[in-house]
């Protein structure tokens, strides 16, 4: 199989597809784009440019979510509870770190970002965080590809593809793995009594 080949033949439809894919599961994005950014003929500033815009706008859209649950009056209850005031505390205070913990720490991204937008975390701040982020997630994995491509040769870039499609494999099942895990967890927990 020849992924220049496939790739020419996809040229009208795959920059649309990086820009929504981080929407779908945004590691997977990353690790096609940096892949599809090493092929011949891709042009991987302009596939940069485009992975990253469609990383801003799938974490503004979790963040906006999560701004969007106070519309709920069982939301804005949760809001108000003692706990949840002192995590909102929290999170406005260190913006910063939770922000680059959602962005670096697998698992964490989309519960974080919901949380920054539940918890009314400014806007400014977060988009610039979200943005210098993306970049600098995007930068480091096409950065990797594209320097393994030149250190290895010709050949390692024709294995590339390959090596990136049993990566996102790899993160797609472990993600599942940790899905099925937790969720098993929470069902074998006994229900907490009921108080009298």
Known sequence: MNWADIFEHAREWIYPLILVAPFIQEDTAVVGAAAYATTPGANPWLTLVFLVIGIIASDLWKYWIGRAAHV???????????????????????????????????????????????????????????????????????????????????????????????????VMVLQLAHYLWSRRARLSRPAAEPMS
């Open 72 to 170: 709920f009056k069982w939301t804005r209850r949760q809001a108000e509870r003692s706990a949840v005031l002192a995590a909102q505390d929290r999170v406005h205070k260190h913006l910063l770190t939770t922000l680059l913990v959602a962005r670096f720490l697998p698992g964490t991204r989309i519960p974080l970002f919901i949380a920054a937008g539940f918890f009314k975390a400014p806007l400014r701040p977060t988009v610039i965080i979200i943005s210098i982020t993306a970049l600098a997630y995007g930068a480091l994995v096409f950065g990797i590809f594209i320097g393994l491509g030149r250190i290895l040769g010709e050949q390692a870039q024709q294995a590339i593809p390959y090596v990136a499609l049993g990566l996102v494999v790899v």
